[in-house]
T-cell receptor, first 115, second 111 residues
Framework: GAGVSQSPSNKVTEKGKDVELRCDPISGHTALYWYRQSLGQGLEFLIYFQGNSAPDKSGLPSDRFSAERTGGSVSTLTIQRTQQEDSAVYLC?????????????FGQGTRLTVV | GEDVEQSLFLSVREGDSSVINCTYTDSSSTYLYWYKQEPGAGLQLLTYIFSNMDMKQDQRLTVLLNKKDKHLSLRIADTQTGDSAIYFCAESFKGTYKYIFGTGTRLKVLA
């Protein structure tokens, strides 16, 4: 597609429920990133996929968080048993490292509210 | 370890210059970036600098990189109300291609 697409744009869920957030990266981009932006906080790195390599999961805050990337394209971030502290904007980005400056292109984000 | 810090807020008057500062701990970065986030929007690349450069100018924007002090700054000349946004500095690293972002600086431009 023309840009990084995330869905849904907004999600309200009850505490304890599972949620899935979707990211469609720019076609041909081999790298895909998930970040979390909480109110008043910077961008917190969650997970990073690069081609067929094992993902870098070092930023996932707990084992309730997981992500997968199917066929090297679409990615899903899953949060199990959501807690109120999971409320944030979840941003996805993709990048192609054959570009000279390795620019990351961001989606509009999914605003998650846990009530 | 990787850590990128910025001051949280900056307020300037329209027409003045703005300087947004960033300090980082990992000096092995390849590129350093400034991203802009407007209200309700995703991040967009504003400008970038290769790590072996000291300065880059792009119209109203000037990026200064002090590798000795691990300090990056963004100067916006003739700041306009449309420049009001959150500005993030970021590093990327050869080999891992991982981006580390700063805490973001909220710039408010007063008319």
């Amino acid at each position: 597609g023309a840009g990084v697409s995330q869905s849904p744009s907004n999600k309200v869920t009850e505490k304890g429920k599972d949620v899935e957030l979707r990211c469609d990266p720019i076609s041909g981009h081999t790298a895909l990133y998930w970040y979390r932006q909480s109110l008043g906080q910077g961008l917190e790195f969650l997970i990073y996929f690069q081609g067929n390599s094992a993902p870098d999961k070092s930023g996932l805050p707990s084992d309730r968080f997981s992500a997968e990337r199917t066929g090297g394209s679409v990615s899903t971030l899953t949060i199990q048993r959501t807690q109120q502290e999971d409320s944030a904007v979840y941003l996805c980005a993709s990048s192609s490292h054959d570009r000279p400056r390795w620019e990351a292109f961001f989606g509009q984000g999914t605003r998650l509210t846990v009530v | 370890g990787e850590d990128v810090e910025q001051s949280l807020f900056l307020s300037v008057r329209e027409g003045d210059s703005s300087v947004i500062n960033c300090t980082y701990t990992d000096s092995s970065s390849t590129y350093l970036y400034w991203y802009k986030q407007e209200p309700g929007a995703g991040l967009q690349l504003l400008t970038y600098i290769f790590s072996n450069m000291d300065m880059k100018q792009d119209q109203r924007l000037t990026v200064l990189l002090n590798k000795k002090d691990k300090h990056l700054s963004l100067r916006i000349a003739d700041t306009q109300t449309g420049d009001s946004a959150i500005y993030f500095c970021a590093e990327s690293f050869k080999g891992t291609y991982k981006y580390i972002f700063g805490t973001g600086t909220r710039l408010k431009v007063l008319a």
